[in-house]
T-cell receptor, first 114, second 114 residues
Framework: AQSVTQLDSHVSVSEGTPVLLRCNYS??????LFWYVQHPNKGLQLLLK??????LVKGINGFEAEFKKSETSFHLTKPSAHMSDAAEYFC????????????FGQGTRLTINP | DTEVTQTPKHLVMGMTNKKSLKCEQHMGHRAMYWYKQKAKKPPELMFVYSYEKLSINESVPSRFSPECPNSSLLNLHLHALQPEDSALYLC?????????????FGAGTRLSVL
């Protein structure tokens, strides 16, 4: 079965410093992977997706992620954190079981310190 | 336009009430989804409609009844809910049929069952 594991439930960084949110996946074939962000009391917004094209994927708001098959990882990074980045981040793998199903990681709460 | 609109934004209901949640999209998507999200948890899939037919029911109790009147509209009918059903209910849509498709989420309906 396909799954994702987010290695940190909470990450705290200072404004202007780099952000690293870690995600490992488990899949028997080349997966479709996504990062979504959820601000408080809001719906989910897609940051970026990987679908077996380039291994380095650029997303919105300066975020990017690198697919590493050898490490079964899909970590999310940003060079310089902004206060508005404070939110919950979900690593997601997509599977087809009659229809598309999203399998979510448990989420990482990102806190930005001024 | 990548908007999924959910109404109402907030709903308070008693355990004997009947209410409905509404979700609408005008992106021409043929797959629509209902998710339930408890506080500090990832979304959990409830139902998937593909081409206006129910494709997936994740063993959801019958007090939740989905309906897809047309390709743009998705309803969730609620009856005799329990306090533990209080949660954020998210609707999403996608082009459907492939695991690489992006799901677009609405802002959700915050439901409180008294």
């Amino acid at each position: 079965a396909q799954s994702v594991t987010q290695l940190d439930s909470h990450v705290s960084v200072s404004e202007g410093t780099p952000v690293l949110l870690r995600c490992n996946y488990s899949s028997s074939y080349s997966p479709s992977l996504f990062w979504y962000v959820q601000h408080p009391n809001k719906g989910l917004q897609l940051l970026l997706k990987y679908t077996s094209a380039a291994t380095l994927v650029k997303g919105i708001n300066g975020f990017e992620a690198e697919f590493k098959k050898s490490e079964t990882s899909f970590h999310l990074t940003k060079p310089s954190a902004h206060m508005s980045d404070a939110a919950e981040y979900f690593c997601v793998v997509s599977v087809l079981q009659g229809a598309q199903k999203l399998v979510f990681g448990q989420g990482t709460r990102l806190t930005i310190n001024p | 336009d990548t908007e999924v609109t959910q109404t109402p934004k907030h709903l308070v209901m008693g355990m004997t009430n009947k209410k409905s949640l509404k979700c609408e999209q005008h992106m021409g998507h043929r797959a629509m989804y209902w998710y339930k999200q408890k506080a500090k948890k990832p979304p959990e899939l409830m139902f998937v409609y593909s081409y206006e037919k129910l494709s997936i029911n994740e063993s959801v109790p019958s007090r939740f009844s989905p309906e897809c009147p047309n390709s743009s509209l998705l309803n969730l009918h609620l009856h005799a809910l329990q306090p533990e059903d209080s949660a954020l209910y998210l609707c999403a849509s996608s082009q459907g049929g492939r695991d690489r498709n992006i799901q677009y989420f609405g802002a959700g309906t915050r439901l409180s069952v008294l």
